[in-house]
């Protein structure tokens, strides 16, 4: 199989090692000839550590490394099979980029984009056959992170759906399809993980070393929300919400933080400025937090709840199954549990009494009950 990347930043080179490691014939295409010898240098030092490791043996990587050809022209991807774009979010330079390839590949091609946010019905009504156009979404680091969220935009065909679907899973991938809304299934449903843990510290209940605690100690999450901010970078955690707020019509469930807009402002974003919420100089001490288990489980169950009310309205909406909302958070974000198996666990009375304690408390529609898990509780129901 014939496939096209278009974009050799981290993520287009990952997904194109992901494919040449499945044995497909890769063309890598980059305008920027510096971007792709540097594409070509990070493999060389991925595979060698691969090697070193025990993953893979030098035959293994001569076979990944002969699969990728690096290319500068969008014609060199003309006899592609499937072609996957992971360039800036930027709508109108994707649609110009789409426009374009469709007049060199075939009828057959399949054109996905790689994007985490942009609507696909978009990027696909640029296109003459918009049939073919789907989201491929990839989590970094592309080789490592196991799910693929599948999403096809209301012109896709069933076709193009189920070859994508067949594809990844041949990558061995873990597949979840969710339906073409604003951040999909992972990056919607996580949003309380950081918007929760925000409001937390702004009350005064606690400082971001005590959230990270609660989560960790209590949650057996492996960062921290502000340990996460930090590793993503403020300034694109910060973008991804006030997208997700926009593209939801302002709905307060998803209202981004002025704390972490001023921290952006301020350049702190995080590991790769040197200071975010955490200081990351050579002779920082990192803060520790209040261990008081009371305080961490009171913290931990706020925020867990309100990611529960979040894939319980995700499963309302038809965004995607209970199983593949279940499977994106655990393989996309590294979760410890699924969000609805935790609700069964947990016990849908408690999510909907948690929940309305908060409603009653604040009076803000960003807690108000999801109508599945009050209904599923009139019912005595639980997700799985």
């Known amino acids: 199989m014939n496939v096209g990347i278009i974009g050799s930043g981290t993520m287009g080179s990952g997904i194109a090692q992901v494919a040449a490691t499945a044995g497909c014939q890769v063309k890598l295409y980059d305008t920027n000839q510096a971007a792709l010898d ?63 390839l469709e007049t060199y590949v075939s009828d057959k091609c399949i054109i996905a984009s790689n994007t985490s946010s942009l609507s696909i019905a978009s990027i696909a009504a640029s296109l003459q056959k918009p049939e073919r156009c789907i989201g491929i979404h990839f989590f970094n680091p592309a080789p490592l992170m196991k799910l693929v969220e599948v999403i096809p935009a209301i012109q896709t065909s069933k076709e ?52 990270d605690y609660a989560m960790k100690t209590i949650g057996k999450f492996r960062m921290g929300p502000f340990e996460l901010m930090d590793f993503i970078g403020n300034d694109v ?80 909406l038809n965004i995607a199954s209970a199983q593949d909302i279940d499977n994106a958070m655990t393989k996309g974000v590294n979760y410890p549990k699924g969000l609805l198996a935790w609700a069964d666990e947990k016990g849908i009375d408690w999510c909907v009494s948690e929940l309305d304690a908060l409603y009653n408390d604040y009076h803000e529609d960003r807690y108000r009950c999801s109508p599945l898990l009050r209904k599923m509780n009139r019912e005595h129901k639980t997700f799985f």
């Open 237 to 316: 955690n910060y973008t991804v919400t006030e997208t997700v707020f926009t593209a939801f019509y302002f709905d307060p469930r998803y209202k981004p933080s002025f704390t972490q807009k001023r921290f952006a402002e301020a350049g702190y974003l995080g590991r790769k400025s040197g200071k975010g919420y955490y200081d990351y100089s050579e002779n920082a001490t990192k803060p520790s937090p209040v261990k008081d288990e009371v305080l961490a489980e009171k913290i931990f169950d706020r925020v867990l709840v309100m990611l529960i009310n979040e894939a319980a309205d995700a499963l309302f």
């Open 160 to 211: 193009v759906l189920d070859k994508s679907v067949q594809i990844i899973s041949d990558w061995k991938k873990v597949v979840a399809v969710a339906k073409d809304t604003p951040g999909f299934i992972v990056n919607r449903v996580a949003r309380p993980f950081y918007g929760e843990a925000l409001r937390i510290y702004e009350e005064g209940i606690a400082d971001f070393a005590t959230i």
């Open 38 to 100: 540097k594409a070509k240098v990070a493999l060389e030092k991925i595979l060698n550590r691969l090697i070193e490791k025990g993953r893979i043996d030098a035959g293994e990587k001569n076979k990944i490394q002969s699969n990728i050809s690096y290319v500068n022209t969008l014609k060199d991807l003309s006899d592609s099979n499937l072609t996957i774009e992971a360039i800036i979010e930027n709508l109108d330079i994707k649609k110009k980029v789409f426009s374009e």
